[in-house]
């Protein structure tokens, strides 16, 4: 079985800071991983993917995430945040064969003040 | 383009009704997945159907059922509605949707309260 964990409910910022939001996951087999993220009373929007190769995967809005596969860690970062980034981001993994069917963590919301 | 449509945006029922929730993919995907969405449980995996045969299944009870159509719309069906039923129901379509891990693109989804 599958399954996402990310560690943190909320993760408080400024703006022109740098964010993270964390990630780790457990699977059997090479994951597919993703970031989505949800505003108010929306769908998801897909932020970026990895499947295979660099490490390091660029996203939208200045979005980038590192694979770590020792760690088993997908995190997510972007050097400046804005205002308008504040939304409930989530992480999910998928395998060959059946990558429609996401697992998804439990959401981590991004608050970025002021 | 027009993205994923999920119709109605709404909806209220009563223990014990059924419901029939709808979506329309974006032109030319063929994979529609279906997504409940709730406070507790999170998002999970309810279904996934491609070229009018369901070709991945959660782990739901038999009281939700799928289906899609030639033209790739798809709809969802709950029978016996239960309290905990109440949800966002989320439809998303892709391509092709296997083993490219091609990005979902989602609906704004149909927000279900059962009373």
């Given at each position: 079985?599958?399954?996402?964990?990310?560690?943190?409910?909320?993760?408080?910022?400024?703006?022109?800071?740098?964010?993270?939001?964390?990630?780790?996951?457990?699977?059997?087999?090479?994951?597919?991983?993703?970031?989505?993220?949800?505003?108010?009373?929306?769908?998801?929007?897909?932020?970026?993917?990895?499947?295979?190769?660099?490490?390091?995967?660029?996203?939208?809005?200045?979005?980038?995430?590192?694979?770590?596969?020792?760690?088993?860690?997908?995190?997510?970062?972007?050097?400046?945040?804005?205002?308008?980034?504040?939304?409930?981001?989530?992480?999910?993994?998928?395998?060959?064969?059946?990558?429609?069917?996401?697992?998804?963590?439990?959401?981590?919301?991004?608050?970025?003040?002021? | 383009?027009?993205?994923?449509?999920?119709?109605?945006?709404?909806?209220?029922k009563t223990?014990?009704?059924?419901?029939?929730?709808?979506?329309?993919?974006?032109?030319?995907?063929?994979?529609?997945?279906?997504?409940?969405?709730?406070?507790?449980?999170?998002?999970?995996?309810?279904?996934?159907?491609?070229?009018?045969?369901?070709?991945?299944?959660?782990?739901?009870?038999?009281r939700f059922?799928?289906?899609?159509?030639?033209?790739?719309?798809?709809?969802?069906?709950?029978?016996?509605?239960?309290?905990?039923?109440?949800?966002?129901?989320?439809?998303?379509s892709s391509?092709?949707?296997?083993?490219?891990?091609?990005?979902?693109?989602?609906?704004?989804?149909?927000?279900?309260?059962?009373?």
């Open positions: 079985a599958q399954s996402v964990a990310q560690p943190e409910d909320q993760v408080n910022v400024a703006e022109g800071n740098p964010l993270t939001v964390k990630c780790t996951y457990s699977v059997s087999g090479n994951p597919y991983l993703f970031w989505y993220v949800q505003y108010p009373n929306r769908g998801l929007q897909f932020l970026l993917k990895y499947i295979t190769g660099d490490n390091l995967v660029k996203g939208s809005y200045g979005f980038e995430a590192e694979f770590n596969k020792s760690q088993t860690s997908f995190h997510l970062k972007k050097p400046s945040a804005l205002v308008s980034d504040s939304a409930l981001y989530f992480c999910a993994v998928s395998l060959p064969g059946t990558a429609s069917k996401l697992t998804f963590g439990t959401g981590t919301r991004l608050q970025v003040t002021l | 383009k027009a993205g994923v449509t999920q119709t109605p945006r709404y909806l209220i223990r014990g009704q059924q419901v029939t929730l709808s979506c329309s993919p974006i032109s030319g995907h063929r994979s529609v997945s279906w997504y409940q969405q709730t406070p507790g449980q999170g998002l999970q995996f309810l279904f996934e159907y491609f070229s009018e045969t369901q070709r991945n299944k959660g782990n739901f009870p038999g059922s799928g289906r899609q159509f030639s033209n790739s719309r798809s709809e969802m069906n709950v029978s016996t509605l239960e309290l905990g039923d109440s949800a966002l129901y989320l439809c998303a391509l092709v949707g296997r083993d490219r891990a091609e990005k979902l693109f989602f609906g704004s989804g149909t927000q279900l309260s059962v009373l």
